[in-house]
């Protein structure tokens, strides 16, 4: 299993709601990522967990809440967003945190309303 | 200050036609990564280079890493349709480090 599945594929919400965004991989990797993309833009990283541990959070609002359960899954709370929010949310995991090459999932496409 | 200069931001060219897509650093980096995203998908690893100097071909696509590891070029040769997609270079400043990306390329080949 070389995938990296994100659930749900669309989400709509209005700005009041509270919504998790999925992540399961299966390939035993202990590094798993939040990106956020832009239309037509590179994906911006927003938090790494490195053996179940945040590592990296890139100034991100407290409005986005990540959460790794176990190594095999990475969760990422939503709540009270606006709608510039609005974009596609990518999950990636790698091997370990100390090599780059991510293997990305086909990420949630979130509208904001 | 943008660490990783791609250009050219939009490429529009006929099937058949060759291109070639760069990506820029003043920057040392221990590896450059290439993906291509489709419309509503993630980014999928085309390959990786590591070594200054290396050449990697993966069929009509040509992908070459510096001498000093701070530049990477992809050369696609007699470009199709199923090319269209963005084209972003990634990479890693030492091991251990997020990735960086560069801005992105939209290509759009037409028939």
């Known amino acids: 299993d070389t995938e990296v599945t994100q659930t749900p594929k669309h989400l709509v919400m209005g700005m009041t709601n509270k919504k998790s965004l999925k992540c399961e991989q299966h390939?035993?990797?202990?590094?798993m990522y939040w990106y956020k993309q832009k239309a037509k833009k590179p994906p911006e990283l927003m938090f790494v967990y490195s053996y179940e541990k945040l590592s990296i959070n890139e100034s991100v609002p407290s409005r986005f809440s990540p959460e790794c359960p176990n190594s095999s899954l990475l969760n990422l709370h939503l709540h009270a967003l606006q709608p510039e929010d609005s974009a596609l949310y990518l999950c990636?995991?790698?091997?370990?945190?100390?090599?780059?090459?991510?293997?990305f999932g086909s990420g949630t496409r979130l509208t904001v309303v | 200050t943008q660490l990783l200069e791609q250009s050219p931001q939009f490429l529009s060219i006929q099937e058949g036609e060759n291109l070639t897509v760069y990506c820029n650093s003043s920057s040392v980096f221990s590896s450059l990564q290439w993906y291509r995203q489709e419309p509503g998908e993630g980014p999928v690893l085309l390959v990786t280079v590591v070594t200054g100097g290396e050449v990697k071909k993966l069929k009509r696509l040509t992908f070459q890493f510096g001498d000093a590891r701070k530049d990477s070029s992809l050369h696609i040769t007699a470009a199709q349709p199923g090319d269209t997609g963005l084209y972003l270079c990634a990479g890693a400043r030492q091991a251990g480090t997020a990735l960086i990306f560069g801005k992105g390329t939209t290509l759009s080949v037409s028939s």
């Open positions: 990636a995991s790698s091997p370990w945190s100390r090599t780059t090459l991510n293997t």
């Open positions: 390939m035993g990797h202990r590094a």
